[in-house]
């Protein structure tokens, strides 16, 4: 089935530096979204991107769906503390499905 | 804001015992999934249901596994008979027609021991 690749697996930051992570697969996704998620809860979507090329800003976050249709990027400007948790990408499993495939995450640490 | 209710928060259960997870998913959302997430992991799907019936599933998804929309506002998962291997976080989501965007629960904790 379909892989989505996260990198960094994890990632320290200090308060107030900009984060960049991303999220690759070896086949094309006409979706894209990110989703962040807080120890012991559910996943919050934070960005949808549906079009190559795309640059959708929500706040301080900043996501980008690739060109190539194979990667999507996530920035957040001037981290805070409550940024920390695990972002998570994920597209459509399938062409017409809404089915998601979710890559493994990216965890956040943000040291004030 | 709207919002998808999952009950029990924590569950504990000994292996071999039927369970059944509950989700109150978003009134006017009518499109049901069950995601799960193995302590450390990606979250996996499940299932989704439409229509009164299961439109996709998962390999995971096998005859242990049942969902049911007993009335207007409930979306059930039952494991039948629970492995060590079903621990795990099990999140209910919900979406409206055209958008990828679902709105997921806070999660079931399953220990099955």
């Known amino acids: 089935g379909q892989q989505l690749n996260q990198s960094p697996q994890s990632m320290f930051i200090q308060e107030g530096e900009d984060v960049s992570m991303n999220c690759t697969s070896s086949s094309i996704f006409n979706t894209w979204l990110w989703y962040k998620q807080d120890p012991g809860e559910g996943p919050v979507l934070l960005i949808a991107l549906y079009k190559a090329g795309e640059l959708t800003s929500n706040g301080r976050l900043t996501a980008q769906f690739g060109i190539t249709r194979k990667d999507s990027f996530l920035n957040i400007s001037a981290s805070i503390p409550s940024d920390v948790g695990i972002y998570f990408c994920?597209?459509?499993?399938?062409?017409?499905?809404?089915?998601?495939?979710f890559g493994k995450g990216t965890k956040l640490s943000v040291i004030p | 804001e709207p919002e998808v209710t999952q009950t029990p928060s924590h569950q504990v259960t000994q292996m071999g015992q039927e369970v059944i997870l509950r989700c109150v998913p978003i009134s006017n959302h009518l499109y049901f999934y069950w995601y799960r997430q193995i302590l450390g992991q990606k979250v996996e799907f499940l299932v989704s249901f439409y229509n009164n019936e299961i439109s996709e599933k998962s390999e995971i998804f096998d005859d242990q596994f049942s969902v049911e929309r007993p009335d207007g506002s409930n979306f059930t998962l039952k494991i039948r008979s629970t492995k060590l291997e079903d621990s795990a976080m099990y999140f209910c989501?919900?979406?409206?027609?055209?958008?990828?965007?679902?709105?997921f629960g806070s999660g079931t904790r399953l220990t099955v021991v």
């Open positions: 989501a919900s979406r409206t027609a055209g958008n990828y965007g679902y709105t």
């Open positions: 994920a597209g459509p499993s399938g062409a017409g499905s809404y089915q998601l495939t």
